[in-house]
């Protein structure tokens, strides 16, 4: 039997490709977060360089000049944003980890309420299913009481621990600074260090990058951001005009983080609410839920198509893998980066995709 070398050098040399490029994207994210807050500067001074040029056009003012405007007046709105934000969430979070255990209770009194109202003889349901229905449900209670606790907990240490968000912040806000100021400088350093070879390929793939995962998150960030703006807004109109809701920027964030994972949407938490709330017998909340849910789907639908220019090209059944690999991986953090990782997989590998992944590898 006569072995090919040339075929399975190919072959070798595609799986070692495959393998690298996964590799450096696991290392590209791990170093993404222990270096979070150069991440956070990059993505911000991209945001505000069109500001900075707009700037530099109209009023004819040199890179340095224009970018110094731009970055203070964007360190105003930020650190007034995260003052309110940081001390309005500290306020929240503390109010509800004290009133976690009654909420926990009527939740436990609310299942127990439904179970009794079961005809478990009519449907002829064994008295030790029906106990373990409630066990099952009284341990799931626990278990999101204890989840809870732990994510308050977690956020009120990392919001109240000054020293640790000093550092993070003084260090990103640095970051900006130079980032906005000396861009061209950077770029011209990062092409004079590398080889030529290596910065036209890095181009390429950048650039096919920022245009299919920068537009779809700049989309995606941009109609959650809406949605949040809307479901604060009407959360604190309903806080204010007499309804039960204590936690206003709470609900928003969670369900704006809800609503940025793909597949899911608002809906996914806001609908439950509403449910529950009628279950408890508070009917006028839940109208009022459903009401802010359907203005938020509809402003949604109505900015979905001008916003986002175009789809990922990936079925929403790979997503969801992605998302509960991630989940399986990383935890709740997972289920947003997951998508993120697989569409820079698929951008990465787009000759392999388009010819056939294993059909790329093997075929002759």
Not at 318 to 334: C, Q, R
């Amino acid at each position: 039997m006569v072995i090919d070398m040339n075929y399975w050098g190919k072959v070798i040399k595609n799986v070692i490709v495959l393998a690298l490029s996964v590799l450096g994207v696991f290392l590209g994210f791990k170093l993404a977060v222990f270096y979070m807050p150069f991440l956070i500067a990059f993505i911000i001074s991209l945001l505000l360089e069109p500001c900075i040029r707009f700037i530099m056009k109209k009023l004819k003012l040199r890179r340095k000049t224009s970018s110094i405007i731009v970055f203070m007046v964007a360190i105003i709105i930020i650190v007034g944003l995260l003052v309110w934000l940081g001390i309005t969430l500290v306020s929240e979070a503390s109010n509800l980890l004290t009133s976690l255990n009654e909420y926990i209770e009527k939740g436990s009194v609310l299942v127990q309420d439904i179970i009794s109202k079961i005809d478990f003889e009519r449907w002829q349901i064994p008295d030790n299913i029906m106990n373990t229905i409630q066990s099952s449900a009284m341990e799931f209670l626990g278990t999101l009481s204890e989840w809870a606790k732990n994510a308050l907990t977690g956020a009120i240490n990392f919001l109240t621990s000054v020293p640790t968000i000093g550092v993070y912040a003084v260090i990103t806000l640095l970051s900006l600074y130079f980032m906005c100021v000396d861009k061209v400088y950077m770029i011209d350093q990062l092409e004079h260090h590398l080889p030529e070879i290596w910065v036209k390929k890095m181009g390429v793939h950048l650039k096919e990058l920022v245009k299919t995962l920068g537009g779809y998150l700049k989309a995606e960030v941009t109609l959650v951001f809406i949605s949040f703006l809307i479901c604060l807004v009407g959360l604190y109109i309903l806080h204010f005009t007499g309804f039960s809701i204590a936690y206003p920027l709470l609900m928003a964030l969670i369900i704006a983080f809800v609503d940025l994972l793909p597949i899911f949407g608002a809906g996914t938490f806001m609908i439950p609410w509403a449910i529950i709330s009628a279950c408890t017998g508070d009917f006028s909340l839940a109208i009022a839920i459903l009401v802010l849910w359907a203005v938020i789907s509809i402003v949604r639908q109505f900015l979905e198509p001008r916003i986002v220019s175009g789809n990922i090209g990936i079925h929403p059944i790979f997503t969801l893998i992605a998302m509960y690999t991630g989940f399986k991986f990383i935890g709740v953090l997972g289920m947003f980066l997951g998508p993120i990782i697989l569409i820079i997989l698929k951008n990465i590998f787009s000759t392999f995709i388009d010819k056939g992944v294993f059909k790329s590898i093997f075929e002759r």
